[in-house]
T-cell receptor, first 115, second 116 residues
Framework: NAGVMQNPRHLVRRRGQEARLRCSPM?????VYWYRQLPEEGLKFMVYLQKENIIDESGMPKERFSAEFPKEGPSILRIQQVVRGDSAAYFC?????????????FGDGTRLSIL | AQSVTQLDSQVPVFEEAPVELRCNYSSSVSVYLFWYVQYPNQGLQLLLK??????LVKGINGFEAEFNKSQTSFHLRKPSVHISDTAEYFCAVSVGSGGSNYKLTFGKGTLLTVNP
């Protein structure tokens, strides 16, 4: 039973390039969450998606960041025109529902480095 | 809005010693509480959770935590640690009711280092 799969595990980009991070939720999970972890910080909520819908993007920067979860395929977190401050670990989590207290299952993350 | 404070950024202990990792939260509404563990270069793994009922919660790997509503705390304990418990531990909270109960708010983490 595969867990949450994220790829790539490591991504290096130069300033101004685009970064695309992918997340395949656990089988049977239709709720996806993205979190960002800056050095020596806890995880910060970015966005919550269900299939073809963004439910809550209150934690996402207003510019350059976007997320999608299409009907087919993985969820994508896209960062355009990356800057040094985007260097972080990005984690995806999934759950079978959004019911209160439902544990979220995390992937191993994508470590994004900006040169 | 909720907040989580993990009082110790680093906790060094010797193997087979007991350990307590402290977590306090702030919220104006009822909450659900979680402890996650993160091994190097990996994602977060759920250790245990408190939703309701008994305030003493047992989790995986011999860990347990106690919910104390009056002190707004959810400290994690293990009576005897192993080298393999060396990892970062995160306390997290979500609201117990309302529309945003999926949103986890994390503390900054406590690095537990178990020495031989």
């Amino acid at each position: 039973n595969a867990g949450v799969m994220q790829n790539p595990r490591h991504l290096v980009r130069r300033r101004g390039q685009e970064a695309r991070l992918r997340c395949s939720p656990m089988k049977g999970h239709s709720h996806v969450y993205w979190y960002r972890q800056l050095p020596e910080e806890g995880l910060k909520f970015m966005v919550y998606l269900q299939k073809e819908n963004i439910i809550d993007e209150s934690g996402m920067p207003k510019e350059r960041f976007s997320a999608e979860f299409p009907k087919e395929g993985p969820s994508i977190l896209r960062i355009q025109q990356v800057v040094r401050g985007d260097s972080a670990a990005y984690f995806c989590a999934s759950s079978p529902s959004s019911a209160g207290g439902q544990p979220q299952h995390f992937g191993d993350g994508t470590r994004l480095s900006i040169l | 809005a909720q907040s989580v404070t993990q009082l110790d950024s680093q906790v060094p202990v010797f193997e087979e010693a007991p350990v307590e990792l402290r977590c306090n939260y702030s919220s104006s509404v009822s909450v659900y509480l979680f402890w996650y563990v993160q091994y190097p270069n990996q994602g977060l793994q759920l250790l245990l959770k408190y939703l309701s009922g008994s305030t003493l919660v047992k989790g995986i790997n011999g860990f347990e935590a106690e919910f104390n509503k009056s002190q707004t705390s959810f400290h994690l304990r293990k009576p005897s640690v192993h080298i393999s418990d060396t990892a970062e531990y995160f306390c997290a909270v979500s609201v117990g009711s309302g529309g945003s109960n999926y949103k986890l708010t994390f503390g900054k983490g406590t690095l537990l280092t178990v020495n031989p």
